[in-house]
């Protein structure tokens, strides 16, 4: 089965209010998994609002039916459920629009900004290290940015991580890794395969993702005819990347490295961390350290959201196709 259409894409976004600041479309319904498509499989959409509250105000008045029995609620309770529990984000799931079954997360503007420049959680900005389709020009300014240095960040902790000379798919594996590292369905409830299904059906996508920033680093040399990069491996170096890591990253990093008792502040510690043979084990760390958290506090949100039902259903989807792998 052929993926979905920019015709479908339209056709399924009219029949929301479209006071949209972000919109993008993911999955295997999008981009090849090099799995085969089910008529029954899922498009998944992530809509970025300025005003949640209005927006599940007019979004339940046209689509009620989307919403689980906390609809009764109201928009209020809706909005207070998405914005101060697990990845600030709030799922409506196997919905059924203009004969597609669709599932969409609503996240509001400034929660995206702050998890693509922070990873706070690492939800939103993790999906946003991998390809996906903008079905919207991106008029805010503040998101555009955002969205290359979430790209820039994924480039350093993932060079942290890295031998001195690697391949290009090694290098889209360890970013589309980052943030499913600690994600807790990746041992119960995920394809086995996902993370090299995404990147080896995906290369040229990667590729035309991350030209631009890969161009712009100095301390690299990427072979482009070869398909193979070069990295100053020097502490100095290391320092540059563990300098321009994620705020949430570096906390992190800081507890980690403070959990003997004594304080030593950032600053210190980064520069003891570039000299440490153990610097990259140390980063991977801190990063599942955020995906733990986020991965059981939203999927833990998604039972409410979702109401019980769907959600047994959704989950039996996900451990069907972890089995599937597994054989």
Known sequence: MASASVKVFDSVLSKFPQKFSFVFA?????????????????????????NPLEWHKANMQTNHK????????GAEFIKNIQENFGAKMYFNTLVEVENKLIKYGVIST????????????????????????????????DIHKALQ???????????LCLPETFSEIKLFLKIAELSYSGDFRMHFGEDKQKIENIVQNQVSYFRDLYADQ?????????????????????????????????????????????????????????????HDPQCSE??????????????????????????????????????????????
């Open 26 to 50: 993911y999955g295997s319904k999008v981009f090849s998994q090099g799995t085969k498509l089910n008529e029954g499989d899922m498009i998944d959409f992530v809509f970025t609002v300025d």
């Open 66 to 73: 989307h919403y689980s029995f906390i609809k009764y609620a």
């Open 110 to 141: 400034a929660h995206l900004i702050e998890d693509l420049l922070d990873w706070q959680t690492l939800y939103i900005s993790g999906r946003l290290h991998k390809p996906v389709k903008v079905l919207k020009k991106i008029e805010n300014t």
């Open 149 to 159: 240095i979430n790209l820039q960040s994924a480039l350093h902790a993932s060079l």
């Open 214 to 274: 890969l161009k712009l680093m100095p301390q690299l040399h990427w072979n482009q005819s070869q398909c193979t990069i070069e990295q100053d491996s020097s502490s100095a170096t290391t320092l540059h990347h563990l300098n321009l890591l994620p705020k949430t990253v570096q906390h992190n990093l800081l507890a980690i490295w403070n959990r003997d008792g004594r304080y030593r502040d950032l600053e210190d510690v980064l520069q003891s961390l570039a």
């Open 282 to 327: 140390m980063v991977e760390k801190a990063i599942r350290d955020i995906t733990l958290w986020s991965s059981i506090s939203q999927s833990t949100k998604g039972i409410l959201t979702a109401g019980i039902m769907k959600s047994l259903k959704y989950s039996s989807r996900k451990v069907k196709k972890m089995i599937k792998s597994m054989k």
